[in-house]
């Protein structure tokens, strides 16, 4: 039988497009977004994503069915590592975190995002299709990110202005969130990128050379020196509204608002674990909470390491589970304590993991995974769990996977992006995402 990406791929693009009008396209048709600014407004969401690299297991969050499991995996568990919380988490992985955002109502998670319409386990395909948030089999990599669109949309409807200080950032470099296709964005809406250090990538070090001896010996000595800013009025000049000409510009933006974050001190019995993931999420929250225009900070998991858990995964698993359910529950309580109901923290990535503990003791490739989405009472309702798994093995070849139980409510990894269309106004995000609607089941209080 010929496979379905075989058949596309022998087609004409005619005969595809006519199939598939949307694939490839990027383009947003600002007529056909149904925009609300009085939801915008109303929320005034914040938004910090957390893409788990790698395809995390979603064993941390959903232990439920480790009984079966054990009687039919290749390899046994070690139960004594495997603890199951009051809700089914891994304890030792994050769950006794879990259990106590979830107990106040910072958390909720989706144990049933199930990639179903497209199959594939490739770790490239799936990132680039669930960080631009659309099904496009024959090209993944074609079209605008998620955070691209949203901008695009926002830049368009007016709500995000070119005086908007820094309303995209990233702390892991241009993601597929931020590719932009054919979109034709304005400089000041591609991503500015900051550090859990706070250093601007921009900087212009202090250099005598530079500077005459009067401003060098002045106390306090200029931030930037006469010949450096003739040199700055120059590049602009002559490099006009040119890529490279945002350097230049984010330079100077960038250097006094990271003077004005960096002095921003912790409220009183908040703290955060001393490693790189813990002191990005410290960043990333303190820029929300002291800059109302940020709408959306990606920050990938770099320092908790990548989640490709093929060998050895239950120990390494669990203790980067611990490490970022920690550092979430610190952020949502440092969020808290600003009394910032707005800011909310996106927990995914492109797919879940077989369950089969293999000879390497690790785990393959699955298609589902858990969605964790923390804070943002202002517009989300606290639902808890949502989701319930079964069993289902395939044949001999020691593939074990969870799936969505019949009856239970399950979704697509596009249903997220169009969860993050929705909270910022969007209400009909199903026409971005090739036709899936947001996460439902009550998560959205309008």
Avoid at 257 to 272: A, D, Q
Wanted: proline content about 3%; overall charge negative; some cysteine.
């Amino acid at each position: 039988m010929i496979s379905r990406r075989v058949f596309l791929q022998g087609m004409s693009l005619m005969a595809i497009s006519a199939l598939f009008p949307t694939i490839g396209r990027s383009s947003v048709d600002i007529s056909t977004i149904e925009f609300d600014s009085n939801i915008y407004n109303n929320n005034q969401a914040q938004t910090i994503i957390i893409y788990l690299y790698g395809g995390a297991s979603e064993l941390g969050g959903n232990l439920t069915n480790i009984e079966e499991i054990q009687t039919k995996s290749q390899n046994k568990y070690y139960l004594n590592d495997l603890t199951k919380t009051e809700n089914n988490f891994w304890e030792q992985a994050g769950g006794k975190e879990m259990e106590e955002m979830l107990s106040v109502g910072d958390m909720n998670i989706f144990r049933t995002c199930y990639r179903k319409a497209n199959t594939t386990k490739s770790h490239g395909e799936c990132t680039a299709e669930n960080q631009r948030g659309r099904m496009n089999k024959l090209e993944p990599d074609a079209g605008a990110g998620i955070i691209a669109t949203l901008s695009d949309i926002l830049y368009k409807k007016g709500v995000v202005t070119s005086d908007s200080k820094l309303p995209f950032l990233t702390m892991e470099g241009e993601s597929n969130f931020f590719a932009i296709g054919d979109l034709n964005l304005p400089s000041f809406l591609r991503p500015s990128a900051l550090n859990e250090n706070l250093s601007n990538p921009y900087e212009r070090r202090k250099i005598y050379e530079t500077y005459q001896r009067d401003e060098w010996n002045s106390d306090p000595r200029p931030k930037d020196s006469d010949l450096s800013i003739k040199f700055d009025e120059m590049a602009k000049e002559i490099n006009g509204e040119s890529k490279i000409q945002d350097a230049f510009d984010k330079r100077a933006t960038l250097d006094n608002f990271i003077t004005n974050i960096g002095s921003k001190e912790l409220p009183e019995g908040i703290s955060y674990d001393n490693n790189t993931f813990a002191k990005k999420l410290k960043v990333a929250v303190t820029v929300l909470a002291n800059n109302p225009d940020t709408k959306i900070i990606s920050i990938g998991s770099g320092g908790l390491g990548g989640w490709d858990d093929h060998s050895d995964a239950v120990r390494n698993y669990s203790n980067r589970m611990k490490r970022l359910m920690s550092a979430i529950k610190d952020a949502i309580s440092h969020a808290k304590a600003l009394n910032k109901d707005n800011i909310n923290i996106i927990v995914f990535a492109e797919f879940g993991r077989n369950v089969n503990l293999n000879d390497a003791e690790g785990w393959d490739h699955g298609n589902n995974q858990n969605v964790y989405i923390f804070g943002g009472k202002r517009y989300f309702n606290h639902l808890g769990v949502v989701g319930e798994t079964e069993l289902e093995p395939m044949g001999s070849n020691h593939r074990l996977y969870l799936k969505p139980k019949d009856n239970s409510y399950w979704f697509e990894p596009y249903s997220i992006a169009a969860t993050i269309y929705k909270m910022y106004g969007i209400k009909n995000p199903e026409v971005l995402t090739g036709g899936y609607d947001a996460i439902d089941a009550g998560l959205f209080k309008v």
